[in-house]
């Protein structure tokens, strides 16, 4: 019998949920990681990224988890992210989006369909979507429309890549001076600041 495949949680990291969204794919010893093996993982993200309330995943969830079409929704999400990468990428290091990175997160928006509402709960006003497709494919609109912001509200030159030589995660630097180097201090960071004691012994030493 083989033993059962240890789910790793999903990195919130990247101060953007597209960022994170990119995220879910990442390399641990190596080996590179997908968290986003099944709809019903895409799903999952969606909720606790907080583009997707929980009562909506659920039903979205029971509705096409084990249907073909959850399945093809899946992997356009992948060839989705995939692009998203590139683009980030090339904005990490100066250059400019392509016109096929716009492209696709305009067709994705096209899953959009629903209407902005106004709600009111204990005295505060919140503002919420009703979603009119029932579709699987409508939750690919929330991840367009995560690329939209990031794109729009964000200062592009603050989108940075993980420091670390074997770290490939992406974040939005909000630190006061943007001085982030690290997807976490607790990982990356930690390990860079032995990495550089250890050199320095060294050198001492000799």
Sequence with gaps: MSEPQLKLPFLFVGNQRCLDFINTRFVVNGQPM???????????????AELLNGDEGKKIERRWGQHEEGTKTLEQARAFR?????????????????????EAINGMLRYRIGYPQLTRRTGQFEQGYVAESQEANQVLGLL????MNLLCTCEHSLIKKCQSPSCVLFFYDT????????????VCGNRSKVAAHYRRHRMTSL
């Design 144 to 147: 367009g429309e995560a690329a």
């Design 175 to 186: 630190t006061k001076n943007h001085a982030r180097h690290w997807c976490s201090m607790t």
């Design 82 to 102: 995939a692009t998203l990468r590139e683009m980030v990428e090339r904005i990490a290091g100066g250059r400019p989006v392509p016109q096929i990175a716009i």
């Design 34 to 48: 997908d968290l986003l093996a099944t709809f019903s993982d895409l799903v999952m993200w969606l909720v606790e």
